[in-house]
C-alpha cells in the first residue's frame, strides 16, 4: 500500500496504552494519536487533550489530521455515538454503532437478542415494577442476580445470596434509584455457577476473528474477597478455557449474536467481549460488552505476534473473513497496581519509582492506566494506576515475572493483589 495509516485511538488508560503499543510497532503506521491517552501512550504517540466522550472535538481532528482509523477503548464514547458520527465524516472506526452498543448499554437488549439467536443464557425476566420485582424473587428463591439494565460505571450488578439481600437490591435500584435512569429497568436472572471467562472477537458485522480469552480478578482482596472493581489482574490463557470450549462459544454465541445484530439492521463492528460462565453443559453468556476488556486488553496483546493493525482495518470494511492473526504458544499475567482505598475514596499525587527497571526485566511490559508526569517524574493519578504485564513458557513463569516487577517498582501509597493467577495454577497442577 503507498503512504502509512493515520490513527486515533479514544481513551486514556491501561487498555489504550496496550493497543497503542501494539499498533506502535506496526509497519503500516505513519502516525499514531491518543485522546486523551496518558504518560505512557505519551512516550510512543502524540496524546491530545480532548476527552473521550467529546465526540464534536474528536471528529474535528480527525478530519483535520486525515486520521485514516479511529480505535475507540471505552464504552462511554461507543455508547453516546462515535462511530455514527465518524461514519457521517467518511472516517472508518473500528467500534459500533450507537444502535449496536446497546449490547453492552442495555442489559434486556442482550438478554432478548440471546433469546432470540438462541444464545444459551441464564433464564430471565425483566421489570419496570418494584412490587412485581419482589413477587418474582420470593417466588424464585435466592441466589438469584439483579441487574440495572443501564449503564453503572461497572456497579449494577448484584449477586444476591439470599432473598434479603435480592429485596435489598431492588429496593436501591428501583424506589431509591441509586443509579438514577440506567436503573429504571431491573433484569432478575437465574445464577449461574462455574469458572467465568472473558473472550474477545474482533467483528465487521458479518464475521468474528477469536482474539483470544482471559480471565478477570474483579474482586478487590486476595482469595476474591471485598468489592468488585474494574479488574485487579488477569491472566491469558485461563486453564479452564479449552479449546473446544473456545470454539463452542465462537460458534454457539459469538457468530449468532452478530447474524442476530445483521438480521435487526444494526451489525456489529469492533471489540465483541463476551463474559461466560463456564457451566457442566458448556459456556453460557453472561453479558456482551462492545470494548475490549481491561485489564484483559493488556494481558492478551502481549501473546500477540503478528501486526494488528491489518486485522482492525479489516473489521472497518468488512474483510475480516482474510484477516488473521498469530499469537505465542505462552502464557501471560497482568497485575494492577492500585490506590490504596480503592476502589473507595483514595488519594492521588504521591511518586511511583522504578518503573524504567521494572520494565527491563525478561517478558515485561508496563502499562500506564491512572498516572501523571509531573517534572520527569511518574505519579499516581487514578485508582487503578499502573497494570505490570508478563509473558512466560508457562502461567508460573508470568506471574512470577509479573510480580517480580511489581517488587521492583516503588509506590508508598500502592497496593495488589498478590494471589493473580494462583487459583488457575492450583488448578492446572492439580488436575493434570
Ligand atoms: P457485570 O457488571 O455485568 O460484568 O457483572 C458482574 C459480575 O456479576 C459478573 O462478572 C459475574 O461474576 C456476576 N454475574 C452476572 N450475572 C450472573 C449470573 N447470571 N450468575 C452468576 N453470576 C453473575
Ligand atoms: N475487566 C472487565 C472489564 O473491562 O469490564
Same mark, same amino acid.
Given at each position: 500500500m503507498?503512504?502509512?495509516?493515520?490513527?486515533?485511538?479514544?481513551?486514556?488508560g491501561?487498555?489504550?496504552?496496550?493497543?497503542?503499543?501494539?499498533i506502535?510497532?506496526?509497519?503500516?503506521?505513519?502516525?499514531?494519536?491518543v485522546?486523551?491517552?496518558?504518560?505512557?501512550?505519551?512516550?510512543?504517540?502524540?496524546?491530545?487533550?480532548?476527552?473521550a466522550?467529546?465526540?464534536?472535538?474528536?471528529?474535528s481532528?480527525?478530519?483535520?489530521h486525515?486520521?485514516?482509523?479511529v480505535?475507540?477503548?471505552?464504552?462511554?464514547?461507543?455508547?453516546?455515538?462515535?462511530?455514527?458520527?465518524?461514519?457521517?465524516a467518511?472516517?472508518?472506526?473500528?467500534?459500533?454503532?450507537?444502535a449496536?452498543?446497546?449490547?453492552?448499554?442495555?442489559k434486556?437488549?442482550?438478554?432478548?437478542?440471546?433469546?432470540?439467536?438462541?444464545?444459551?443464557t441464564?433464564a430471565?425476566?425483566?421489570?419496570?415494577?418494584?412490587?412485581?420485582?419482589h413477587?418474582?424473587?420470593?417466588?424464585?428463591?435466592?441466589?438469584?442476580?439483579?441487574?440495572?439494565?443501564?449503564l453503572?460505571a461497572?456497579?449494577?450488578?448484584?449477586?444476591?445470596?439470599?432473598?434479603?439481600?435480592?429485596?435489598?437490591?431492588?429496593?436501591a435500584?428501583m424506589?431509591?434509584?441509586?443509579?438514577g435512569?440506567?436503573?429504571?429497568?431491573v433484569?432478575?436472572?437465574?445464577?449461574l455457577?462455574g469458572?467465568?471467562?472473558?473472550?474477545f472477537?474482533?467483528?465487521?458485522?458479518?464475521?468474528?476473528?477469536?482474539?483470544?480469552?482471559?480471565?478477570d480478578?474483579?474482586?478487590?482482596?486476595?482469595?476474591?474477597?471485598?468489592?468488585?472493581?474494574?479488574g485487579?489482574?488477569?491472566?491469558?490463557?485461563?486453564?479452564?478455557?479449552?479449546p473446544?470450549i473456545?470454539?463452542?462459544?465462537?460458534a454457539?454465541?459469538?457468530r449468532?449474536a452478530?447474524?442476530e445484530?445483521v438480521?435487526?439492521?444494526t451489525?456489529f463492528?469492533?471489540?465483541l467481549?463476551?463474559?461466560l460462565?463456564?457451566?457442566?453443559?458448556?459456556?453460557?453468556?453472561?453479558?456482551?460488552?462492545?470494548?475490549?476488556?481491561?485489564?484483559?486488553?493488556e494481558?492478551?496483546?502481549?501473546?500477540?505476534?503478528s501486526?494488528?493493525l491489518?486485522?482492525?482495518?479489516?473489521?472497518?470494511?468488512?474483510?475480516?473473513?482474510t484477516?488473521?492473526?498469530?499469537?505465542?504458544? !505462552?502464557?501471560? +499475567? @497482568?497485575? *494492577?497496581?492500585?490506590?490504596?482505598?480503592?476502589?473507595? &475514596? =483514595? #488519594?492521588t499525587?504521591?511518586? %511511583?519509582?522504578?518503573?524504567?527497571?521494572?520494565?527491563r526485566?525478561?517478558?515485561v511490559?508496563?502499562f500506564?492506566?491512572?498516572?501523571?508526569?509531573?517534572?520527569?517524574?511518574?505519579?499516581?493519578?487514578?485508582?487503578r494506576v499502573? !497494570?505490570?504485564? +508478563? @509473558?512466560g *513458557?508457562?502461567?508460573?513463569?508470568?506471574?512470577?515475572? &509479573? =510480580? #517480580?516487577a511489581?517488587?521492583? %517498582?516503588?509506590?508508598?501509597?500502592?497496593?495488589?493483589r498478590?494471589?493473580?493467577?494462583?487459583?488457575?495454577?492450583?488448578l492446572?497442577?492439580?488436575?493434570?
Open positions: 503507498g503512504a502509512g495509516m493515520k490513527i486515533l485511538i479514544i481513551g486514556g491501561g487498555r489504550e496504552h496496550a493497543l497503542a503499543s501494539a506502535a510497532r506496526s509497519p503500516l503506521l505513519e502516525k499514531l494519536y485522546a486523551p491517552g496518558n504518560p505512557g501512550t505519551a512516550s510512543i504517540a502524540t496524546n491530545i487533550p480532548l476527552r466522550t467529546d465526540i464534536a472535538c474528536i471528529v481532528f480527525a478530519i483535520e486525515q486520521v485514516d482509523l480505535i475507540p477503548g471505552p464504552e462511554a464514547p461507543l455508547v453516546a455515538g462515535i462511530a455514527d458520527a465518524c461514519a457521517r467518511g472516517i472508518a472506526c473500528c467500534g459500533p454503532s450507537a449496536a452498543a446497546q449490547l453492552e448499554g442495555s434486556r437488549f442482550t438478554k432478548e437478542l440471546a433469546d432470540a439467536a438462541n444464545i444459551p441464564a430471565w425476566d425483566v421489570f419496570d415494577d418494584a412490587d412485581a420485582a413477587d418474582y424473587i420470593e417466588e424464585m428463591g435466592a441466589p438469584i442476580v439483579i441487574k440495572a439494565d443501564g453503572a461497572g456497579k449494577g450488578v448484584v449477586v444476591a445470596l439470599t432473598l434479603e439481600e435480592a429485596h435489598a437490591a431492588i429496593t435500584i424506589e431509591d434509584k441509586i443509579h435512569a440506567a436503573g429504571a429497568q433484569v432478575i436472572e437465574e445464577c455457577e469458572e467465568e471467562i472473558s473472550l472477537a474482533l467483528c465487521d458485522g458479518l464475521d468474528a476473528l477469536y482474539l483470544g480469552v482471559a480471565a480478578h474483579k474482586r478487590v482482596g486476595d482469595g476474591d474477597t471485598g468489592p468488585n472493581t474494574g485487579m489482574g488477569a491472566i491469558s490463557p485461563p486453564p479452564w478455557a479449552t473446544a473456545i470454539a463452542d462459544t465462537m454457539r454465541i459469538i449468532p452478530l447474524a445484530m438480521a435487526r439492521g451489525p463492528r469492533g471489540f467481549f463476551a463474559g460462565m463456564l457451566e457442566p453443559d458448556g459456556p453460557k453468556l453472561i453479558e456482551f460488552n462492545v470494548r475490549f476488556g481491561d485489564p484483559e486488553c494481558t492478551i496483546l502481549p501473546l500477540l505476534n501486526d494488528l491489518p486485522a482492525l482495518r479489516a473489521a472497518t470494511n468488512g474483510t475480516l473473513a484477516a488473521s492473526l498469530t499469537w505465542q504458544n !505462552a502464557a501471560s +499475567a @497482568t497485575v *494492577v497496581l492500585c490506590s490504596r482505598g480503592y476502589p473507595g &475514596a =483514595y #488519594a499525587g504521591g511518586e %511511583i519509582y522504578g518503573l524504567e527497571e521494572a520494565a526485566l525478561p517478558g511490559s508496563i500506564h492506566a491512572g498516572t501523571m508526569a509531573d517534572q520527569g517524574g511518574i505519579l499516581a493519578n487514578g485508582g499502573l !497494570a505490570i504485564n +508478563a @509473558t *513458557v508457562g502461567l508460573p513463569q508470568a506471574v512470577a515475572r &509479573a =510480580y #517480580a511489581v517488587d521492583t %517498582i516503588e509506590w508508598s501509597d500502592g497496593f495488589c498478590r494471589d493473580i493467577g494462583k487459583r488457575a495454577i492450583f492446572s497442577e492439580n488436575l493434570s
